[in-house]
């Protein structure tokens, strides 16, 4: 019986070993960079927290209550997120570790919440605007002609449009709110994958092993799924981390303009723009937040700059002798 | 001689655009007509631009003729449809020139040579064990399953893709100079092996090159391509002792031998074209290769030859030796 | 005897790379004189064009000429300061490229392209006279009317007219050696004739020496005097072309020989292919390069390289077969 697993286990191992190859390649050049490690580390803070949010706040409410009434620790601090309170406009403390805004409400705990609502936005962007450009990309990369001028033109419409310009267009006649923004990030966000996508299938298209396919009877679709799309996916992956950003940044600038996330919802560019009235006296209703929304969008950018390189066939091959060198090999 | 290949009239043209009108056409395969035997190797030689590679697809039918047809062991290949052309796919293969975009560099060579088996849901048994057979045939090794493209030499891959084309078990290969990429040495090694697996399997060849002394070491027949046309057509054999056509002895007599007092005798011998080769938007009317010949007449000028037989198995399109 | 025109002794040139030294040229040593044409034949990667950059200095980083000498019309040209050699390239040294298609900038006309070395080197007075010498160029190198073709850019010319043109280049100054690195190996073959003949034809009329490196044994023998074979960077063998052709010695060449179809073999005849593969350069094979590959390899083949050394009159070889240790 343990016989029969180890064997089984032998013939993964063999089945498998130049994946793993790769895959301890692509780890190995990303630890190289320590600014890559740097922006994982962020983009995995902000997931943990995003995710987490209200667990994580009530977790340490109460790990400090705790220690509070073993006499260890001074004074509980508050993490009111939506209750009004008499501590308007407090400066940060121990109570309120970001301090409080002009309706008293305490601006960390409302950070974390900003941080999920800033996740699910880029979220719900990217996961309903990607799949449209990369099939409207695929498609008009691989069969050209007509149908490729009829898509390129409606993306070209929609790319001359100024990002931000059209988004506020389409959420504002949209009426303002989270869902309308989301919305308008979406039509705003699609094209730049189709652009992306059909650019690298027109290169990827003319390699021969797509016409060995075709030699060999794979219809169209079998050879756009199986032998396009894994071809031009890398880009794809390095681009969207960027874009996470982008797009957090943009929803903030809609709440910024009043028109994204309403109260009181918090988002991060929400806060900012409640706290500009009382700059700058009271720095830390817009500053603080401002400050973790330029963190969550670095962090990202780190992400997408070290995924590049580690994505890049060629570089991967130089490192591989670096690699097998350090090993001894 | 079973016929298992026969082309009749084959024309193909590819649209010149400017902006969305037709302002002329290449003519890249212009009315071309021969058999290929069954276990034959059949060569196909040119210079660039003569169309050759646009033959070899369009038998294969990877591209759709202007018209004409193509008779795949009695069956016209373009009207064929579902189960009949996945039989064609089957049965007619094609190995490229290149092998470095000829291998997906995301997949393993196992799915590489295993994928056609699975486009044709083909029942086998114990998928490891054919494919490794497979890539014995073609002087790989079992360790070699499971590795990428990029760890491969040319040479190598080149095997590879002749392994691919051998999983359906088909009977026809399109070879699409399938060694100008490669070596001397490494060369020799291919070409052995192709012809190992002729007689091994029964395959029958479509040698498709450039190089003269390659296509002659390989064919039983062979055909000259010049601007679309088949200009000579008959045993390697009998067109290497004489070529008839002028275009074909000019190819033959600047080919460099390495044989240096043989040599000096072709250089006093030596044809030289005038000339460039014209464009093949607009050839020129007659027999097209009438601007560079020696012999040219005016009929030459006004009538194009008829690719006629001069002898048995023998044709030839020139008026010097067209009969009438 | 004519005179020695070119000279390397003792020529490495490592190429520092990320996955180690490749020790592309190991120890070669050439003579070639005035006047004759040389063949420098062997397969890719041998070194043969490593060799040939390095005669001008232009071997790209990370590629080092680690040692050796090069002595070009009595000059050392390895200990020449940089304006020196500059001097020296276009001018005395004629390069012909292998990709004539990048070789010409697609932005400027060809006639400035092949003019622009009389320019830089100063040998004519203006531009005006410029465009006419490149019309007398042209017609050198038979390019039909030169004169409209001297206003053409690269990409109205077809390949067989812009491999012209870079001969047209390397020929402008009157150099006295030309360097003709593959110099018809994208060419189709009736072009390739007519650019063999152009060249064999230029240097009746002004007996430049030329070097001509390729891969294919026909052109060698049509074209050369002397060849030499060169094999993992290093000469295995150097004799007339007679004597290469019919009394090969290096177990390489004989190997060459038999594993290229040629026309006039019966077709029965079987290609004989070297068995195994050209070696990786970062880790070369001990004592004579050739010696996995070979049939006839000892013991001594393995442990120490052979000398180049003369089997007969004027025809070296390198190896254990014939040289006594």
New interface residues.
């Given amino acids: 019986m343990l016989r029969a697993i180890k064997e089984r286990y032998k013939r993964w191992r063999?089945?498998?070993?130049?994946?793993i190859e790769?895959y301890k390649l692509m780890f190995y050049a990303f630890r190289r960079s320590p600014l890559s490690v740097a922006g994982s580390v962020m983009v995995g803070v902000f997931i943990i927290l995003g995710v987490f949010g209200p667990w994580i706040l009530s977790g340490i409410q109460g790990t400090i209550m705790f220690l509070h009434s073993h006499g260890l620790v001074h004074a509980v601090p508050s993490f009111n997120a939506f209750d009004w309170s008499s501590e308007v406009l407090e400066p940060p403390s121990w109570r309120h570790w970001f301090g409080t805004d002009d309706y008293g409400r305490d601006i960390f705990a409302r950070s974390m919440l900003g941080i999920q609502v800033s996740l699910i936005y880029s979220l719900v962007v990217l996961v309903a605007g990607i799949p449209i450009g990369i099939v409207l990309g695929l498609i008009a990369g691989y069969y050209g002609g007509a149908v490729d001028e009829i898509i390129s033109r409606i993306t070209d419409m929609f790319l001359a449009f100024p990002a931000l310009v059209l988004a506020m267009a389409i959420s504002a006649s949209l009426g303002a709110g989270l869902k309308s923004a989301m919305i308008a990030l979406i039509a705003v966000w699609w094209p730049g994958y189709v652009r992306l996508i059909r650019g690298q299938v027109l290169s990827v298209k003319?390699?021969?092993?797509v016409?060995?396919?075709?030699?060999?009877?794979?219809g169209d679709l079998?050879i756009i799924i199986?032998?396009i799309l894994?071809?031009v996916i890398s880009p794809l992956i390095i681009y969207a981390t960027l874009d996470v950003a982008g797009v957090v940044l943009t929803g903030a600038n809609l709440s910024f303009l009043g028109l994204g996330a309403q109260p009181p919802t918090p988002e991060l560019g929400r806060i900012v723009f409640d706290g500009l009235d009382y700059l700058p006296e009271k720095w830390w209703y817009s500053l603080i937040p401002g400050f973790i929304l330029f963190l969550f969008a670095l962090g990202f950018n780190l992400l997408g700059d070290g995924l590049r390189d580690v994505l890049d066939?060629r570089f991967r091959?130089?490192l591989e002798?670096?690699m097998r060198g350090e090993r001894g090999e | 001689m079973e016929t298992l290949i026969k082309v009749e009239r084959l024309v193909k043209y590819f649209p010149v655009k400017k902006l969305f009108w037709t302002v002329g056409n290449v003519h890249a395969v212009d009315g071309v007509s021969f058999e290929i035997f069954k276990g034959e190797t059949f060569g196909l030689v040119g210079e660039s631009g003569c169309g050759k590679t646009t033959l070899g697809r369009l038998i294969l039918r990877l591209i759709e003729p202007t018209s004409g047809s193509v008779y795949f062991d009695g069956k016209d290949v373009f009207k064929l449809k579902g189960k009949e052309l996945m039989r064609f796919r089957r049965q007619a293969q094609i190995v490229f020139q290149d092998p470095f975009s000829s291998l997906d560099p995301r997949m393993m060579i196992f799915d590489i040579i295993y994928e056609p088996v699975k486009v044709h849901k083909i029942n086998i048994e114990d998928p490891e064990a054919y494919v490794v057979s497979l890539l014995e045939r073609v002087g790989l090794k079992r360790e070699h399953l499971y590795r990428y493209p990029h760890e491969f030499s040319g040479g190598q891959r080149q095997r590879i893709v002749i392994a691919r084309a051998l999983a359906l078990n088909p009977i026809f290969m399109v070879l699409d100079e399938p060694t100008s990429a490669l070596d001397v040495s490494v060369q020799a090694q291919i070409l052995n092996m192709l012809k190992d697996l002729q007689k091994d399997l029964g395959l029958t060849y479509l040698f498709i090159s450039h190089d003269l002394s390659v296509v002659r070491y390989m064919s039983h027949r062979m055909a000259i391509m010049y601007l679309g046309k088949i200009v000579e057509i008959a045993d390697s054999e009998e067109i290497f002792e004489k070529p008839l056509h002028p275009y074909t002895q000019m190819l033959f007599s600047a080919i460099p031998v390495p044989d240096p007092e043989l040599a000096k005798r072709k250089l006093e011998e030596r044809l030289i074209p005038k000339g460039e080769v014209p464009s093949p938007i607009n050839p020129p009317p007659g027999c097209r290769f009438h601007p560079r010949c020696p012999y040219a007449t005016d009929r030459c000028r006004s009538e194009e030859p008829p690719l006629a037989e001069v002898a048995a198995g023998y044709r030839v399109a020139c008026w010097l030796y067209a009969k009438g | 005897m004519s005179e020695e025109i070119l000279r390397i002794e003792g020529l490495r040139v490592y190429f520092y790379t990320y996955a180690g030294v490749v020790k592309a040229i190991e120890g070669v040593d050439l003579s070639i004189r005035r006047g004759e044409c040389f063949g420098l034949v062997g397969e890719t990667g041998c070194g043969k064009s490593v060799t040939m950059r390095a005669v001008v200095r232009l071997i790209p980083p990370p590629g080092r000429i680690v040692s050796g000498k090069i002595y070009f019309e009595g000059v050392n040209v390895l200990e020449l300061p940089e304006s020196e050699i500059r001097k020296i390239r276009g001018r005395k040294i004629g390069f012909i490229v292998q990709e004539p298609m990048s070789a010409l900038d697609p932005l400027y006309r060809v006639g400035y392209q092949a003019g622009e070395p009389l320019l830089v080197h100063k040998l004519i007075r203006d531009k005006k006279e410029m465009w006419r010498r490149v019309i007398s160029l042209f017609k050198t190198v038979s390019i039909p009317e030169p004169a409209k073709r001297v206003r053409n850019y690269p990409h109205e010319l077809s390949g067989g007219m812009k491999q012209r043109v870079v001969i047209a280049t390397a020929l402008s100054c009157n150099p006295d050696l030309i360097i003709a690195d593959e110099p018809t190996t994208n060419v189709d073959v009736t072009i390739q004739a007519q650019i063999l003949d152009l060249l064999r034809d230029l240097r009746n009329k002004y007996g430049t020496t030329l070097i001509l490196v390729t891969h294919n044994l026909g052109i060698v023998a049509e074209m050369c005097d002397r060849v030499a074979v060169m094999y993992a960077g290093q000469i295995v063998e150097l004799a007339k072309v007679h004597d290469i052709f019919k009394e090969p010695l290096h177990p390489y060449t004989k190997g060459l020989l038999e594993a290229v179809p040629v026309i006039t073999k019966s077709r029965e005849v079987r290609l004989k292919p070297i068995p195994g593969t050209i070696p990786n350069l970062i880790n070369p094979p001990s004592g004579c390069r050739f010696h996995p590959r070979c049939a006839h390899a000892k013991a001594i083949c393995m442990k120490e390289r052979p000398p180049l050394t003369e089997v007969k009159p004027d025809h070296f070889a390198a190896c254990w077969l014939y040289t006594k240790r």
Avoid: D
């Fill in positions: 063999f089945r498998n070993a130049a994946k790769e003319e390699n021969l092993y016409e060995a396919a075709r030699a060999v009877g794979m079998s199986k032998h894994p071809n066939p091959r130089r002798f670096e």
